[in-house]
């Protein structure tokens, strides 16, 4: 079972520490990232398909679990791939259709492993918690050892190795999870259980320092999940508590330490205060796991009795009402009053124009945020493409149109006003349909309510039992593995939150580590009995499909040790399972080989796409290298770019650079009238071919000009010109000098048009 987990940790840090945060789609570490992860993804499912035992892919024996929440990412991929027809950028149109192939391939490979090998289901919150404190743990260490690696940031918030604050303390908020259930689980090695309470406390160190506000809300909301869902609440409640106790008390040096909590700080002084605090988070690892053990040790030699069990429970519950009626009672006590901080604090969330808070600790506090500006212009370019939106990624450039500051932005901070803008209300209704397929499919695994659906079907067999039809109540025993399927449910509650207020979607780290937990869910099916005992070779007990789990109704705290019932998939009524193997094509079948091939095909296909818009890049700058020295191969470079991705308007920059260089005036005109027609609604396109035209066809460069400010009214705005922008100072000489050549009596002052003046369209 280790190298499982310790594969999957692998994998989840390969994908952070190589992409980080995929800020930068052009690089050739996200094109490899996604390539790495189609194959991968293609691997497993052809090596499932070719060497499982035919009891685990039979859908005699198991239903195909997970098949529609599949189909509708892959329509919603299809839709991604499609929106380069309408895409006002179908160059970032298609590194989406990559993006979002990649991510289907870790689905499918989640949902593809749950149901061949759902015994390894430790291996799956195992892999992810070690991967989110390996990544955390060398955030911590950018603090620490700022000289050997973080010398030129200078930003206090934690941000590495995403190189975006918000990712990291979503990593650190997912492993949270992860470590509630390790710590507060009966079955395992006590070892690793009380290693579960140092990983709390560097997770929550990590959060706490990466001033993200929409993690910890996330955190808060997925552990209120947990506890109501979960039995294992005084567990889970002690691995939390001293956690934190520890946790706060390093981040509240930290916050007390300028040299920590400040930016633009000297080397040598983070270095001497690092060192410090590497010194305090050594000795909390120290304390916390020496409170682990003792924990450990006292729980296994006597279990608490009930009635200590109810006090605690009764203590806790207490002090957390406590802890919010102080909250409510210190803003009635404030200036406001109540009621007028929360709408002080709405207005403030809600204000588009709305100054950000600073990058320090005060931050955690603040409630204003720049977000609400861009779910405004996400909203106002759903307004005009309201069907199929903009195209995928097309909000980035799409929002130019209606931004009111010089802000560059690549994303809305939010899926659902993202997917608005880029794929409009058909995006939506995908990602809300498959959604729902998903929340089905993994509420056959956890039951998290104790209530499933009966079907007029079953109710009819059986009448006597079962009850009228509908969602009725449904007692289920709390095994090891349902435990751990609910704790991966509340851990992809955590990121589904989050990423409705930040775009965390498009950060693989964060991503693919939540996609590998929801495949499994949705893969996974219902659980039965003694499946966890299963092995390869052993036989399985035979049970009707969906039968509940032996047991008394409800194994919670008090439970004794080594009660909880196992898990692992229904066989063939009694037949030994036969072991992982080469079979022979007619043993396999004809479905089974299909498969393969197809997934096989699929894969390299897919691959060969996400390489080519990095291909055309690497041949652009080639192109551009070799101006000066070998014009003829720059030449042949610049229209390999163009061939590899004729989507990219970069491509057909760099071939009219060349081909101006070359003295082809005619040729290099053509290149940027085309990047044009590809994409029209592009402001950089016009510019492109202005700066072109304003030697030597000014009537033509003052209609591209004015066409660029209608699509960017604010790269001309006064504000900018005054700000210094070097663009926004080019474009207005550029327009004053056409408009003076055009009319010779036009004074010095002329003015470009306003966001309402008409633009020149072709």
């Given amino acids: 079972m280790w190298w499982a987990t310790l594969l999957l940790a692998g994998a989840i840090c390969f994908v ?3 992409a980080k945060g995929g800020l930068n789609p052009e690089s050739s570490a996200v094109a490899i990232t996604e390539i790495a992860l189609t194959l991968g993804s ?10 499982a035992p035919p009891e685990r892919i039979s859908r005699a024996s198991r239903p195909l679990y997970g098949a529609w929440s599949l189909a509708l990412l892959l329509a919603l991929t299809a839709l991604t791939a499609l929106s380069v027809v309408w895409s006002v950028q179908p160059d970032e149109s298609f590194r989406e259709a990559g993006r979002m192939l990649a991510y289907s391939g870790v689905f499918a490979a989640a949902i593809t492993l749950a149901r061949v090998a759902p015994a390894r289901w430790p291996a799956v919150l195992g892999g992810v918690t070690l991967a989110a404190v390996i990544v955390c743990c060398y955030a911590l260490a950018t603090k620490v050892f700022p000289a050997q690696l973080d010398v030129h940031d200078q930003y206090a918030r934690l941000r590495a190795p995403f190189a975006y604050w918000n990712a990291t303390g979503l990593m650190a908020a997912l492993g949270v999870i992860g470590c509630m259930w390790l710590g507060a689980r009966r079955a395992g090695h006590a070892l690793l259980s009380a290693l579960a309470y140092p990983a709390m406390g560097l997770l929550l160190v990590t959060l706490l320092l990466s001033y993200s506000r929409g993690a910890l809300a996330a955190l808060a909301l997925g552990l209120a999940l947990w506890f109501c869902v979960v039995p294992l609440r005084l567990r889970g409640a002690a691995v939390l508590v001293a956690g934190g106790m520890c946790a706060g008390g390093v981040v509240a ?3 007390s330490t300028p040299a920590l909590s400040s930016e633009a700080v000297a080397l040598a002084a983070r270095s001497s ?34 009635r200590a069990r109810r006090r605690a429970g009764t203590v806790l519950l207490a002090l957390l009402v406590l802890a919010l009626l102080a909250f409510a009672g210190t803003l009635a006590a404030s200036h406001r009053g109540l009621e007028g901080s929360v709408s002080h604090a709405v207005s403030a969330l809600t204000n588009p124009n709305a100054k950000p808070p600073p990058n320090t600790p005060g931050r955690l506090t603040a409630v204003a945020s720049v977000r609400a500006r861009y779910w405004k212009e996400a909203l106002e370019v759903f307004e005009a493409h309201p069907l199929v939106g903009a195209g995928a990624g097309g909000y980035q450039t799409a929002r130019l149109r209606y931004r009111t500051a010089l802000l560059e932005v690549k994303h809305a901070h939010g899926f659902v006003v993202q997917t608005l803008a880029d794929l409009g209300a ?41 009850g009228r039809p509908g969602w009725r109540g449904w007692p289920q025993p709390y095994p090891p593995e349902r435990i751990a399927t609910l704790s991966l449910l509340c851990l992809v509650v955590v990121f589904g939150l989050h990423s409705l207020i930040d775009w965390t979607w498009y950060v693989p780290g964060d991503a693919c580590l939540a996609l590998a937990c929801a495949g499994w869910l949705a893969g996974r099916g219902p659980l039965r009995a003694g499946d966890a005992a299963l092995t390869d070779g052993e036989a399985p007990v035979a049970q009707p499909a969906g039968a509940p789990l032996p047991g008394p109704e409800t194994l919670g705290e008090g439970a004794p040790p080594g009660t909880e019932a196992a898990d692992a998939p ?10 992982w193997g080469v079979r022979s094509p007619r043993e396999l079948g004809y479905a089974r080989c299909a498969v393969a091939l ?27 290298a070799l101006i000066s020295s070998h014009p003829g191969e720059a030449l042949q470079a610049a229209h390999t770019a163009v061939e590899r991705d004729p989507l990219s308007a970069q491509a057909l920059f760099a071939l ?15 290149a940027l009238r085309a990047a044009v027609r590809l994409q029209p609604s592009n402001p950089e396109t016009w510019l492109r071919l202005a700066e072109y035209d304003h030697a030597i066809e000014p009537r033509e460069a003052l209609h591209e000009l004015q066409a660029a400010i209608f699509l960017n009214p604010e790269s001309i705005s006064p504000e900018a010109v005054a700000d210094g922008d070097p663009e926004s100072i080019e474009i207005e000489n550029d327009y004053a000098e056409d408009s003076r050549a055009l009319n010779p009596r036009a004074t010095a002052g002329a003015v470009a048009p306003t966001a309402g003046s008409p633009a020149r369209t072709r």
């Fill in 16 to 18: 952070t520490f190589y």
């Fill in 42 to 51: 293609a691997a497993i499912v052809v090596f499932a398909a070719l060497f």
């Fill in 253 to 255: 040096w930290t916050f």
């Fill in 273 to 306: 205060e690092g060192h410090r605090l590497g010194a305090l988070l050594v000795a909390m690892v120290l304390v916390l796991a020496l409170i682990g053990i003792a924990l450990g040790f006292q729980t296994a030699r006597q279990a608490p009795e009930p």
């Fill in 426 to 466: 058909v995006g939506l209704a995908l990602a809300l349909a498959l959604l729902l397929t998903w929340m089905a499919a993994a509420g056959r695994s956890t039951h998290p309510f104790n209530r499933r659906w009966t079907r007029w079907r079953a109710w009819r067999e059986l009448r006597s039992s079962a």
């Fill in 570 to 579: 229904a066989g063939d009524g009694g037949a030994r399972t036969r072991r």
């Fill in 598 to 624: 197809c997934t096989l095909a699929a894969g390299l296909l897919a691959a060969w796409t996400q390489w080519q818009p990095q291909s055309s890049a690497s041949s652009s700058q080639q192109a551009l």
């Fill in 656 to 670: 009219a650079e060349v081909e101006r260089a070359l003295g082809e005036d005619a040729s290099a005109r053509a």
